[in-house]
Structure formats: structure tokens, C-alpha cells
């Protein structure tokens, strides 16, 4: 386990495995910077996992890399091709999928629909129909492919329990192709059965090929889950390490350090 | 929507949290108000219904031919703009300046017609290019300044009432057309209630059918969530406000060709709410997220039932003012409690 304040990454060295890169990138809301420079990348059919306190960046970082976020500087690279992220539909282009930590889903409207929100099907023209039943039997079709089922395709989301909307969020980001897959807290204020669920979910997709990139607060999820682990603090990346060279207990001491070194430090954003 | 007879019904499969999970409440139990939560036009249109029954039996006036006449005529604009307020209290939003736009763009097709001595079609299109132009003024002051529409439409409101009345000084016009063009632009009985036939279908299938009614009740129902999956939630509000206004005006139009008057001094903000009373009747819910077109444009029968029923009966129309008042309260209070019960009943045992 290395400290990489300062080599943010693996020095240069051969990069052809790498999926995903991002260099320097900053964004500040007004005053507040929430991602000061990070750095950061990802290999083909990787799962790292993100660490880091309340307010450090994570969820931010997450939403530069969806699309919902434009970052003020710093580079994204996909395969090795810096790509620009302005919108949503852009990332999805680029096949990086998002489950949201609040998962985004429209309580009111139907299991399938929210399947193919802003990706909906139609047909005809000039005004394009919806083709609800189409989706609606593909959304049954891939649900019952990836072993969640839901008491009815036709149920709204607000009538399902946490583990199912977590389930119908995932089920949404990897119904296309989806190369990145990013998990913002996907097993928070989960049961542990509902967990086991969506931790299946997870290693069935990297077991597929998609490389994963996972916020959670529960390390021992992480360990399970991941080849690899940041930590962030204070929107920069300040260690890079692999699951394998690390321990639960190492991992748990260098955050509580950090933590100490902070409030010592007087940083007002330490106690957040 | 096509929706299945229940989830009570349905085979239950496994669920992702084994044991399966239970549906409380076993099969076939209260089908009937299942029924009233789904289908949220369900309540008022048996209310219509009673209405209707109430009147033909209690008046021999109620069923005729020239009573027809005269109620289509008077809810065909609450149904339209009503139609409308339900897509944007849907997306969260609201006009208030609908009533207004219903009001002032038909003295500018009459400007354009009679002044401008341009063609009539001509004239109304440019009149309803312009109530678009001021949708989207609604809509752009609400979503750029991040302001409740309750407050800027107010302002529109306000604002267009007194262009309104600068450029008018107050004055009525004769707005009256005559043969075909004149037929169908409202002189004939009927022309009226058809439009608004059409207009509301036009919506219901907007509403229901396309990517654009289903984005509506994405950014209405968890506007965060829908940007997050890359709804455009600010264009779509936008152009909910274009539509709104747009039906508003030709409303407008329609009803000052049949009436032939145009009167700066009419209160288009009673038509507004009758409008919006007509949707929250109808089952849309101000929170956002949950609308019907359909139930709106019931909502705006019942209200002309009502109030044309009173009428005949000789009450006073006073007493249609206090109906409709409760009438709305319990429609809000149905629509909240109905969906509470339901919630409880129907919500899949964690």
C-alpha cells in the first residue's frame, strides 16, 4: 500500500487495458471547489471502488463522469480518446451507465417505463407513438434475464420495496450496452438480503465484462466487491491501491489517520 | 394506458426478497376503488353521471336540444384549457395567466383581421405564434429564474391584462365573421364543443402516447431523477407552457367568434380557474407526477352540468360558487386519502 498524493496513477506504462482515464479535472460549484484535481483510471473488467467521507466529491465525481456535470477543467479519456461529456446522452453514448444514489426513478410512473426512461420506443410518425407494449414485454423479458422479478411489470416504483427500485435502477443502467458501470451507494439503507441481491447483480455484471465503479461506505462490501480501491479526501485522490495489497484493518486505520491529520489541521470541511 | 386488472391478480414470482412477496389484501378485494386510484377519471365521471341523471329528472329543460347548446358552449373552454393546466400541473407547473391569454389573443387576430386587413387564417395564426411566444416567456421566467410558475404567471397575468387594456383603452370590438369560415370558427352551434373535442383528444394522445406526455410526468414527478436520466426537464416545462397558452388563445378565439364580442373587461382569471378546477376535479394532482386530460375535460362537464342545471332549476348562481368550492375540496381530499388507503393496501409487504 503506497501513498499517491503526489503519482496520482501508475506512472506511464502500458495503458492499452485501460478503459477509462481522467486527468486533472475540477469542478467547483460557486464558491465551493468539490473536486480540487483528480485523477484517476479504470481497466477493462475492473471494479474499483471509491472511499471517501461525506462531501469529498464522490457523488460529484460520479455526475462528471454521467454526463450530468460539466467539469470547469481536466481531460475524460474512453480507450484511450478524450471524449467530451455535455450531457447525459453523451455519456451513454460512450457506454457509461449510472445508478444514481438516488437512484432516479419516477416514483409514479410504471416499472417499464422507467426501464426505458429517455430511452423509450416508438413507432410512426410524424408525431412518434410510444410502443408501451413493446417495452413493456422487453422490460419483463430483461427483468426476468437478470433474475429480478417484480410482483407486475405494470406496478408503479413507489410500489415496490428499497431492494427492488435498487434492483430496477441497476436493471435500467445495464439494459443497453454499458461498458462503465457506475454504482453511487447502490447497497445504502439496504437490508442484508436485498444487499446479497444486488451484490449477485454486481459480480454477474463483472463477471460479463463491464467494468465497475462503486461509492460505499461499507469497506466490507468493498473488499468483497472490488479489485482495487481510491480514496478521495477533499475532491483529489490520495491513495490507489489493490484490494490484494491491502486489508480491511489497513484501509480502516489509514482513513481514521487522515481523519486526525484533518482536524488537526483546523480544515473546516473535516467535521462534515 | 394499458393496464392490467390488478396486481392482486397477477402471478405473483419470486420476488428479490424470498419469501415471495405478499400483495396484502387478497384477490378481488376492493376491485371498485382499486378501480378509483388507477383510473383517477373513474370518480368524477360517476359524478357526472349522477349529475346528469339529477337534472334530466329534476327539470324538464335539462334535456333539449337548445340547453345542449348552450352547456357545451359553456364548458368547451374549461375543457380545453383545463386539458392544458392538467399537462402542467403535471410537470409540477401551473398557469395562471391562461384565463388572460383566453382573453387578450383573440383581439389580436382581431387587430390583425380587421385592422391589418389580413386574411382571418392568416390573422389567427400569427395570433397563436405570438400566445406561443408568450408560453414560452412563462415558461423560460420559471425555469431560468428558478421561480414557483404560481409567482410568474401571476406577474404574466397581470402584465397582459394591462397591455390588454392600453391597447384597447378599455373599449369592446365586434368580432363577427361570416360564412364558412365563420361556421367553423365558432359561428355554428356545435363548432365549439368540437373543437374542444378535438383539441382535448389532440392532448389525451400527446399525454398518453408520446415520448413528450411521458417525459411530462417524469420531470412532475421527480424532476431531480428525470434530469439524472437525462430528461430535458426545462424544455419540456417550457413547451408545456407553449401548449397551454397556445389552447388558451384558440380557445379564446373560438368562444369571441360565437359571442361576436370581445371585452377587454372580461374576467379571464374566473375562466382560469374554473379551468384548473376542472383538472384538480378531475383527478390531477397539484403535487405533480399524476394528471389525466381525460378526467379535465370530465371535470369541465361536471362544472357545466352544474352550473347549467342550477340555472334551469332558477337557484341562484351563487349556489354554483359554493358547490364548486366544496366540490374541489373533496375531489383534493379523495385524490390524497383514496391513494393513501390504496398505498396501504396494495404496497408489496417488505
Known sequence: ??????????????????????????????????????????????????????????????????????????????????????????????????VYQDLALIPQMSIYHNLFLNREMTFGGPVRMLSNRKMRRLAAEYLADIRVSIPDIDATVEQLSGG?????AVARATRSEVKILLLDEPLAAMGAKESSLIIDLIRDLSARGV????????????????????VIEQGQITLDTAVRDTSLEELTAYMVTEY?????AGRPDASS | MARRAGLVASPAPVSTEPPSPEV???????????????????????????????????????????????????????????????LLLTAAEVDLSAGTSFIFFPFVAYFLWANAGLPIGLAIVISLIAAACFGAINGLLTVMLDLPSFVTTLGTLFALDGIMLLTSNG????????????????????????????????????????????????????????????????????????????????????????????????????????????????????????GTVIGAGIGAIVLGVLYDGLNIQGVSAFYFELVLGVAILLAMAANVQLRRVAMRRWRVVR
Not at chain 1, 164 to 168: M, T, V
Not at chain 2, 74 to 82: D, H, K, Q, Y
Not at chain 2, 197 to 220: D, N, P, Y
Not at chain 2, 244 to 265: K, M
Open chain 1, 1 to 98: 500500500m503506497s501513498d499517491v498524493a503526489s503519482t496520482p496513477s501508475e506512472p506511464d506504462g502500458d495503458r492499452s487495458n485501460e478503459i477509462l482515464r481522467i486527468e486533472h479535472i475540477r469542478k467547483s460549484f460557486g464558491a465551493v471547489v468539490a473536486l480540487r484535481d483528480i485523477n484517476l483510471h479504470l481497466n477493462r473488467g475492473e471494479v474499483l471502488g471509491l472511499v471517501g467521507d461525506n462531501g469529498t466529491g464522490k457523488s460529484t465525481l460520479v455526475k462528471v463522469l454521467s454526463g450530468f456535470h460539466r467539469p470547469d477543467a481536466g481531460r475524460i479519456l474512453i480507450e484511450g480518446t478524450e471524449v467530451t461529456l455535455h450531457s447525459v446522452r453523451d455519456a451513454r453514448r460512450q457506454g457509461i451507465e449510472t
Open chain 1, 164 to 168: 427492488q427500485r435498487q434492483a430496477i
Open chain 1, 211 to 230: 467494468s465497475l465503479v462503486i461509492i460505499d461506505h461499507n469497506y466490507t462490501h468493498l473488499f468483497e466487491l472490488c479489485d482495487r480501491l481510491n
Open chain 1, 260 to 264: 486526525r491529520k484533518q482536524i488537526m
Open chain 2, 24 to 86: 396484502a389484501g387478497g384477490a378481488g378485494s376492493g376491485g371498485g376503488l382499486r378501480l378509483l386510484v388507477e383510473r383517477r377519471e373513474a370518480a368524477i365521471f360517476v359524478v357526472a353521471v349522477a349529475l346528469f341523471l339529477y337534472f334530466t329528472f329534476a327539470t324538464s329543460a335539462f334535456i333539449s336540444y337548445a340547453n345542449f347548446v348552450t352547456l357545451t358552449q359553456f364548458l368547451a373552454p374549461i375543457a380545453v384549457i383545463g386539458a392544458g393546466e392538467a
Open chain 2, 171 to 290: 373599449v369592446q370590438d365586434t368580432f363577427s365573421l361570416s360564412g364558412t369560415g365563420g361556421s367553423i370558427l365558432g359561428n355554428y352551434s356545435w363548432s365549439e364543443v368540437l373543437w374542444a373535442l378535438f383539441l382535448v383528444a389532440g392532448m389525451f394522445v400527446l399525454f398518453h402516447r408520446t415520448r413528450f406526455g411521458l417525459h411530462i410526468v417524469a420531470t412532475g414527478g421527480n424532476q431531480l431523477g428525470a434530469a439524472e436520466a437525462g430528461v430535458a426537464v426545462r424544455r419540456v416545462k417550457v413547451w408545456t407552457f407553449v401548449l397551454c397558452s397556445v389552447v388558451s388563445a384558440f380557445a379564446g378565439i373560438i368562444d369571441a367568434v360565437r359571442i361576436t364580442t370581445l371585452d377587454p373587461g372580461n374576467d379571464g382569471t374566473l375562466e382560469m380557474f374554473y379551468a384548473v378546477a376542472a383538472a384538480v376535479i378531475g383527478g390531477t394532482a397539484l403535487t405533480g407526477g399524476r
